[in-house]
Structures are given as C-alpha cells and as structure tokens.
C-alpha cells in the first residue's frame, strides 16, 4: 500500500506558503524536503507549512522536517507550521521541533505575522 | 445493569512499506466502534504507527511479519483498547533505548518512536529477549468524564 504524500507550493514575495495533504513518512518528508530546500536555493527565507490535510506523522518524517528547520536556521531563514491537528502539535512539542519553529493555529494569523501577504 | 461491549481482531501483516497504516486504520475502527473520542484515537493510532516501524525497521524478523491483536471494551464508564504489536525478530534492550533518547522537547532526529508511544498511550510495557522477538502492548482508555 501506498500513502503518497501531496505538496502545494504558493510562492509568495518574501517565501512561501506549502500545502501537504498525506502522510509524512521518510517518504513524504523528502517530498517536503525537496521543495524547502529548492524554494531555500531561490532565495527563500521563510516556509509557512499548512498541514491542515495531514493527519498522521511519524518520527522519521518529523526527523526530516528537524533537518529542513536546521539548513533554514544556517540559512538565517525560518519555517513554521500552520493547522495542526492536537496529536500533531503534541508529537512536535516531544520531537523538540516547537522549540526551533512557530506553530499557528490560523493560518490568516502565520501570514501576516510572518510577512507572507502577496 | 451494566453494559459492556467487547470486540477482538488479530491481523498478521507483510512488512511493507506504509503497513502501519493499515494497522493504524484497524485499530482506529474498532476504537471508533467502541465509541472512543478522535483524539485519543490519533494518538493510540500514531503509537501503533511507531510500534510496526520499530518492528519493521530494527526487528532484523525472518518472517518479514508483523502481529497484531486488538482488544477493546466499552462501558458506561469509557472505553478501553489494549493493543499487542509483535515480531519474531532479534529483541532489544528497551533500557538501552531509553537512555538514547534526548530529554522531552531536545531535538534528536531519530530513535523517538518508544518516547512517543509512552506519550501517547496510558500504558506501554515491552517484552523482549534477545532472539527471542518482541511483543509491544499498550493501551489506551478513556473515561466518559474525563
């Protein structure tokens, strides 16, 4: 079986805005890694991840996502997360990730605090 | 008069890319049967998530199999769901495990999964010997006026 994750990218003047809808497994975490880090060589400084349409993660998903946050801080950058489901946020704040990226609960609120707006 | 409900399943699954969820997916439905709440039913399904990629990843099992037995209870006063996750495999050192880990809330990249499985679930207890597999129960329960 199959649980192919999707990744939406809405580039945005100062960074990004990316979409899932899936699974983040190490499958889907290189899926997500693989738009951060060409979204990072084009100049972007900030991700804003929507995970409204994830509903599972597991640890060697999150130990990708961990490795994005980390070659954005060398970068100077930041990534956040957005729409998080309560077993989502729960495992981010055990994994340590809440300690190294912004969690939002609305995404109009991530937007604008993080200077995503077109 | 009390009423309870039980229901009972065994699955035994191939080791193959994304079975966990197959295994997540069977829990959850029986946990949905027994009128267990969406929440406690994520995290019991992201420990059981955890559970067949351990097994799946580090059992180092002959048979390429991981098994499974589910059994839940249903009450006036909540519901119960306990969960077995086994393989055949080499066994490990759970106390080895744990001192790996990083404190609650360090970054550390991998060797989480039983970290969070004790996070999301009420119970965790292993069983293991070296070459002799590894069997994981948990449970989850939740009580009506929680």
Same mark, same amino acid.
């Given at each position: 079986?199959?649980?192919?994750?999707?990744?939406?990218?809405?580039?945005?003047?100062?960074?990004a805005i990316l979409y899932t809808k899936g699974y983040i497994n190490n499958v889907g975490g290189e899926e997500i890694a693989n738009r951060a880090y060409e979204l990072m060589d084009q100049g972007a400084k900030t991700l804003l991840l929507i995970l409204r349409e994830t509903k599972i993660v597991n640890s060697i998903g999150i130990s990708i996502l961990i490795e994005i946050i980390e070659k954005m801080m060398?970068?100077? !950058?930041?990534?956040a997360f957005c729409c998080l489901t309560p077993v989502i946020l729960k495992t981010?704040?055990?994994? !340590?990730l809440a300690n190294y990226a912004k969690i939002f609960e609305n995404e109009d609120a991530a937007v604008k605090e993080l200077g995503l707006g077109n | 008069?009390?009423?309870?409900?039980?229901?009972?399943?065994?699955?035994?699954?191939?080791?193959?890319?994304?079975?966990?969820?197959a295994a997540a997916r069977a829990a959850a439905n029986l946990a949905r049967?027994?009128?267990?709440?969406?929440?406690?039913?994520?995290?019991?399904?992201?420990?059981?998530?955890e559970a067949c990629i351990n097994a799946r990843e580090h059992s180092?099992?002959?048979?390429?199999?991981?098994?499974?037995?589910?059994?839940?209870?249903?009450?006036?006063?909540?519901s119960r769901i306990d969960v077995w996750v086994s393989d055949r495999g080499k066994?490990?050192?759970?106390?080895?495990?744990?001192?790996r880990r990083a404190r609650p809330g360090e970054v550390h990249k991998r060797g989480r999964g039983?970290?969070?499985?004790?996070?999301?679930m009420d119970e965790v207890e292993i069983s293991t010997r070296q070459g002799g597999g590894t069997t994981i129960h948990m449970a989850k329960v939740e009580k009506k006026n929680e």
């Open positions: 079986m199959s649980e192919e994750l999707k990744v939406a990218v809405d580039r945005r003047p100062n960074g060398e970068k100077e !950058g930041a990534i981010f704040h055990i994994m !340590g | 008069m009390t009423s309870t409900a039980e229901r009972q399943m065994e699955l035994t699954l191939p080791m193959v890319e994304d079975i966990e969820i049967e027994l009128g267990m709440s969406s929440d406690k039913i994520d995290e019991m399904t992201h420990a059981i998530i180092g099992c002959a048979d390429n199999r991981i098994y499974l037995r589910f059994a839940g209870t249903a009450d006036e006063d909540g066994g490990f050192d759970p106390n080895e495990a744990r001192a039983l970290q969070l499985m004790e996070a999301h």
